[in-house]
């Protein structure tokens, strides 16, 4: 072993290590939490074990439905504002300035209280296929989240795109490739490869998002809380659990981005 090895091996020992206070920091942490589950009361826990069941159901569809429908949209949006023409260029720098510049629970409530509440007023809506969903709030949620969603992580996606080296697609242009083969094969891959430490980002901060869709009726887990909270008059221990599950959530989103971004392999 040499010595840039060794040097590698006692930074990457360094790295490891958890300073002192962050250790008590964590003591003090889980002292607390051992303090809560000994001496709280949690006898109303098995009762509504079910409907946080349900409730946890629902904010993880409201997350992974934004968090899929809104890359989606975030990719064409991210992408037309490094290729596109001015008049789809336009509408994309828009729609992220005004969706970005507004609060989300501003739009959440115009969807849901404004749109949604002149549907029943066009002719036929009622007695249309969709009126069963527009009659319902979580479409209208769905929506404010996927919105949302699409605008952050369009400007994402345009830093992605922008930031792809021009000699890789200069490459690919060398080959013979078309620029639709190009995009499939080197521009969107790297781009999203680029994305993915941002994108693990704004997947937490949608799931912490999520309860705002409470707001509107939605029973997620956030909603199911309250209701505990109504219901028994407590305050601690219904809120802590619901924080626990977010970290265990946050958690998991964090190991699976990681797990993403150590597949991909990095010329070094």
């Given at each position: 072993m040499n010595a840039a090895d060794d040097f590698a091996t006692d930074e990457s020992r360094a790295g490891l290590r958890i300073p002192p206070h962050r250790i008590l920091l964590i003591l003090i942490g889980i002292a607390l939490v051992a303090a809560v589950v000994v001496f709280g009361r949690?006898?109303?826990?098995?009762?509504?074990l079910p409907r946080l069941a349900q409730g946890l159901v629902v904010t993880l569809m409201m997350l992974f439905g934004s968090v899929i429908l809104g890359f989606l949209l975030a990719v064409p949006i991210g992408l037309v504002q490094v290729t596109?023409?001015?008049w789809l260029k336009?509408?994309?720098?828009?729609?992220?300035?005004?969706?970005?510049?507004?609060?989300?629970?501003?739009?959440?409530?115009?969807?849901?209280?404004?749109?949604?509440?002149?549907?029943?007023?066009?002719?036929?809506?009622?007695?249309?296929?969709?009126?069963?969903?527009?009659?319902e709030a979580w479409p209208y949620g769905l929506v404010a989240l996927t919105m949302s969603f699409a605008a952050y992580e369009g400007?994402?996606?345009?830093?992605?795109?922008?930031?792809?080296?021009?000699?890789?697609?200069?490459?690919?242009?060398?080959?013979g490739m078309t620029?639709?083969?190009?995009?499939?094969?080197?521009?969107?891959?790297?781009?999203?490869?680029?994305?993915?430490?941002?994108?693990?980002?704004?997947?937490?901060?949608?799931?912490?998002?999520?309860?705002?869709?409470?707001?509107?009726?939605?029973?997620?887990?956030?909603?199911?809380?309250s209701r505990v909270r109504q219901e028994t008059y407590l305050t601690y221990e219904p809120l802590l659990l619901l924080a626990?599950?977010?970290?265990?959530?946050?958690?998991?989103?964090?190991?699976?981005f990681r797990r993403f971004e150590n597949a991909v392999p990095v010329k070094s």
């Amino acid at each position: 072993m040499n010595a840039a090895d060794d040097f590698a091996t006692d930074e990457s020992r360094a790295g490891l290590r958890i300073p002192p206070h962050r250790i008590l920091l964590i003591l003090i942490g889980i002292a607390l939490v051992a303090a809560v589950v000994v001496f709280g009361r949690w006898d109303w826990l098995p009762d509504y074990l079910p409907r946080l069941a349900q409730g946890l159901v629902v904010t993880l569809m409201m997350l992974f439905g934004s968090v899929i429908l809104g890359f989606l949209l975030a990719v064409p949006i991210g992408l037309v504002q490094v290729t596109g023409p001015w008049w789809l260029k336009a509408p994309a720098v828009g729609f992220c300035t005004v969706i970005r510049g507004t609060p989300l629970l501003l739009q959440l409530w115009l969807l849901y209280y404004g749109l949604g509440s002149l549907f029943p007023s066009i002719p036929g809506i009622r007695h249309s296929m969709l009126w069963p969903y527009l009659r319902e709030a979580w479409p209208y949620g769905l929506v404010a989240l996927t919105m949302s969603f699409a605008a952050y992580e369009g400007e994402v996606m345009r830093g992605a795109f922008a930031g792809v080296p021009r000699g890789e697609l200069e490459a690919g242009q060398a080959f013979g490739m078309t620029r639709g083969k190009i995009l499939r094969r080197i521009w969107l891959p790297r781009a999203i490869h680029r994305a993915l430490p941002t994108l693990n980002g704004e997947t937490i901060l949608q799931l912490k998002s999520t309860p705002l869709v409470a707001t509107v009726t939605v029973v997620d887990l956030y909603g199911v809380i309250s209701r505990v909270r109504q219901e028994t008059y407590l305050t601690y221990e219904p809120l802590l659990l619901l924080a626990a599950i977010y970290l265990v959530l946050t958690a998991i989103l964090v190991w699976i981005f990681r797990r993403f971004e150590n597949a991909v392999p990095v010329k070094s």
